[in-house]
């Protein structure tokens, strides 16, 4: 069974820095892409950035480019993202998302989510 | 940026009854687009992919129509557990993917 569980999240002050992890489990981590996407309370989803199985490729929203860092341990089955620099408009549940892969193509779409962790930005 | 909408915000539908729910897209996706359902403190749950395809274990009454701009998610007959937000997604102008705000459907 997929699984993918967040962790990491809290109150931190405008300006601050918070470091999301994402455990990954029953399935190959390291032949697919992953993804973080966001909603802020009561409102819809947002993407936010994604990188590719080895690496590679690496692309980000520009309300958080220069921000914020994705990266991967595929030794460890994890997926985490360095946020910096947060401001009040970051605050929202942070979703791990496993992009859609089935014989060989990949597409730009969420089979698989953890359940999310809070980040809350504010004085 | 490719902008999503989605219409109507609300839609209230008894159960048993068929659900509608419209999303269209600012310029062209061609057929890359997906649905997904988000209930209460869940995570969303992908239902169709490629505008009409249902994902694994997505039962029957769920189907999804449209290309190019316009696109439908039809529910045939809605039970309890449908009762939820609905987001679309285009994918064709990757990574600059772009979700539409949302259809919350409710107990009428």
């Known amino acids: 069974e997929v699984q993918l569980v967040e962790s990491g999240g809290g109150l931190v002050k405008p300006g601050g820095s918070l470091r999301l992890s994402c455990a990954a489990s029953g399935f190959t981590f390291s032949s697919y892409s992953m993804n973080w996407v966001r909603q802020a309370p009561g409102k819809g989803l947002e993407w936010v950035s994604s990188i590719s199985s080895s690496s590679s490729y690496i692309y980000y929203a520009d309300s958080v480019k220069g921000r914020f860092t994705i990266s991967r341990d595929n030794a460890k089955n994890s997926l985490y993202l360095q946020m910096n620099s947060l401001r009040a408009e970051d605050t929202a549940v942070y979703y791990c998302?496993?992009?859609?892969?089935?014989?060989?193509?990949?597409?730009?779409?969420?089979?698989?989510w953890g359940q999310g962790t809070l980040v809350t930005v504010s004085s | 940026e490719i902008v999503m909408t989605q219409s109507p915000a609300t839609l209230s539908v008894s159960p048993g009854e068929r659900a509608t729910l419209s999303c269209r897209a600012s310029q062209s996706v061609s057929s890359n687009l997906a649905w997904y359902q988000q209930k209460p403190g869940q995570a969303p749950r992908l239902l169709i992919y490629?505008?009409?395809t249902r994902a694994t274990g997505i039962p029957a009454r769920f189907s999804g129509s449209g290309s190019g701009t316009e696109f439908t998610l039809t529910i045939s007959s809605l039970q309890s557990e449908d009762f939820a937000v609905y987001y679309c997604q285009q994918y064709n102008n990757w990574p600059r993917i772009t979700f539409g705000p949302g259809t919350k459907v409710d107990i009428k």
């Open positions: 490629g505008a009409s």
């Open positions: 998302a496993r992009k859609y892969c089935s014989g060989g193509s990949c597409y730009f779409f969420f089979d698989y």
